[in-house]
């Protein structure tokens, strides 16, 4: 998976879950669109349903620093790499 | 410390309308507000009442997303009454969110429509995928105290959270507590009410106790039917009232529109069975009322009963407000048109008695035609009157064995 592939995605993940529409990448999301700890938890949920696969508890918390979009990519491609079913990984 | 607290605003949104305006011209032409029970996949099939009051007409919502995630339908009640209060007591915002205003609200079990989501997701769950679809919304929109903290969220308040969750006596505590918090100094002002969704779990409830009125399946807006000879069972409905409780100085020095006072609550509890209702217990809460309110039984001259319209409900309310009140005060029953709002109702109630106190008038229990013998000891209002009401103790009973009185008097 690309990493423009993942931007759309969690770009569909803002739109659908948080009515968010093209989010600023490098914006603090608390400030800029209320994104708050329960938004945290549902676009944990989103990104999981994308990935197929389920977050450990420790990959979860890794996540609570997260502050933009562009990190938001960040995490996922790690997430990713570490998984060979993710989608588009051969 | 006792200070005096007056009611700065008011809303409702109730099943005869939604406002002031609608309201009372509901009232005025004998409007009911109960209609044929939905359809709810569920349990409807079985239940054998087959009425609703329903608020079956749209609001113009304008909540914004951060606000509507954690919110169920009984929420968006509770904060558009809340909303429109804030808005019509004019309170500034930095007094809003200084510490120095509460909320006290509440509703039967959160949201009802939620849980059974929830539930179903337990039931029908047959992998983890299905159970991870539990979302980390679903507790705060289905806690029984979802509708004070949405409400403390959105608006930004930060003073102190009353919550009762005690039926149907649920809102008059919340103005009950509320006034107490803002009497003793505790709180310069108190945003009171309570809210119920559309549910159909609860009819069953009362349905499986005989409780629910099933006489009436094919023609709704004649039931419930307070004190009448015909009565037979309570009609659940949904709905939201609220109150601005404020403390009287800071309301003058404000020049803040002063809509009625609160003189006195009273609470108790019959001390044993947690259904039936009992003449002690209700006589001693409406003589502390009075103790508490500093006043004499002939000075009110309207009782809001609870009057659901159970068989003895109703005989054992009559009874009471006679050992209490003696035959002096005209008595309505406002579930006549609204059917059971549940954990508005204290609130509901409150608020419109304050309509009629603003307009001179006093509305009659709808579908009392022919009064039961055994209620006929109190003064029964059968049609409209255009007279000044001064003093109106507001009754409430719940299922737990809770009696709450509030006594509201208009402002001089």
Known sequence: MTRQEIESEVKKIFLREFEVENPEMDLDLREAYAFDSI???????????????????????????????????????????????????? | MERRVVITACSAITPIGHGKAQIVESLLKG????????????????????????????????????????????????????????????????????GNM????????????????????????????AYQSIGAVDYLKSMVHTTAVNITKMFGITGRVISSGTACTTSSQSIGYGY??????????????????????????????????????????????????????????????????????????RGAQILAEVIGFACNNNGGDLILPNLDGITKTLKLGLQNAKINASDVDLV?????ATKMGDIIEAQAISAAFGDNPYVI??????????????????????YMMQDGFIAPTLNL??????????????????????????????????????LIRKFS
């Open chain 2, 180 to 253: 107490e918090a803002v009497k003793y100094g505790l709180q310069e002002a108190m945003l009171c009410g309570g809210a119920d969704e559309y549910d159909t779990i609860t009819v069953a409830v009362f349905d499986n106790l005989l409780a629910c009125s099933t006489a009436f399946n094919s023609e709704p807006s004649r039931t419930p039917r307070p004190f009448d000879k015909l009565r037979d069972g309570l009609v659940v409905a949904e709905g939201a009232g609220a109150v601005m409780l404020e403390e009287y100085e800071h309301a003058k020095k």
């Open chain 2, 304 to 308: 809001s009963a609870h009057a659901t």
């Open chain 2, 333 to 354: 029953a406002l579930k006549s048109y609204l059917g059971h709002t549940m954990a508005a109702c204290g609130a509901i109630e409150t608020i419109l008695p304050i």
């Open chain 2, 102 to 129: 509460g909320v006290a609200f509440g509703s039967i079990h959160g949201s009802p429509t939620v849980q059974r989501d929830i539930y179903k997701v337990f039931f029908e769950a047959k992998d983890k995928a």
């Open chain 2, 31 to 98: 409007v009911s507000g109960i209609k044929p029970l939905r359809e709810d996949q569920l349990v409807s099939r079985f239940i054998h009442s087959k009425v609703y009051g329903t608020v079956d007409y749209p609001i113009d919502y304008d909540f914004k997303r951060q606000y509507r995630k954690t919110m169920g339908p009984v929420a968006y009640y509770a904060c558009q009454v809340a909303k429109e209060v804030l808005e019509q007591s004019g309170l500034p915002q930095d007094f809003i969110t200084s």
């Open chain 1, 39 to 90: 938004d945290a938890i549902e676009l944990l949920l989103g990104i999981e349903k994308f990935l197929g696969s389920e977050l450990t508890q420790e990959e979860k918390k890794q996540a609570m620093d997260i502050r933009t979009i562009n990190q938001i990519c960040d995490y996922v491609e790690k997430l990713v790499a570490t998984r060979k079913d993710a989608p588009g990984v051969n």
């Open chain 2, 369 to 406: 035609e022919e009064i039961d013998e055994r209620c006929a000891m109190i003064k029964h209002v059968q049609k409209v009157l255009q007279e000044p009401v001064k003093t109106v103790a507001v009754q409430n009973f719940a299922f737990g064995g809770v009696n709450t009185i509030l």
